[in-house]
């Protein structure tokens, strides 16, 4: 049982983890040992998840969702397959919790009647350097 925060935990029936060679240096142990792990999470068929909790994190994940709703996590930062398994699921509650999080509502607000006034003298000073650049000064 992945324990995400009070309110939600994943059961281990719908964690599918396989474990697969890793890239990069480690000498002859790299050919040998499956020590990265890909952690697999069908977000849309978890009966674990809330409704709205679901839609945030499906727009959180990107690219590491699949077309079929499935959340893919590639964890391959340490040497041992372990800590690799431990990154992945603290990744995957990282960003459940995340998604859990309500977004705070932008309030519409009016321009004070001050940022008006500075944004039409800062247009009419415009406007005059233009009109300056455009025709010869008069004489004053």
């Known amino acids: ?29 790299v050919n040998k040992v499956s020590s990265a792990v890909q952690l697999r999470f069908d977000v849309r068929g978890s009966p674990s998840l809330p409704e709205a909790v679901r839609e945030r994190l499906e727009r959180l994940a990107g690219r590491r969702l699949s077309r079929d709703g499935v959340l893919v996590i590639d964890a391959r930062r340490y040497r041992t397959q372990e800590r690799n ?6 990744r995957l509650a990282a960003l459940v919790r995340a998604a859990e999080e309500l977004p705070i509502a932008r309030r519409a607000t009016r321009p004070t009647r001050a940022s008006r006034e500075r944004r039409l003298a800062g247009k009419a000073v415009r406007s005059r350097v233009k009109t300056l650049r455009s025709r010869r000064p008069e004489p004053d």
């Open 1 to 29: 049982m992945l324990i995400v925060s009070d309110r939600i935990a994943i059961p281990e029936h719908e964690l599918v983890e396989a474990f697969v060679r890793a890239s990069g240096p480690g000498g002859q142990n």
């Open 85 to 90: 398994r431990e990154d992945a699921r603290e």
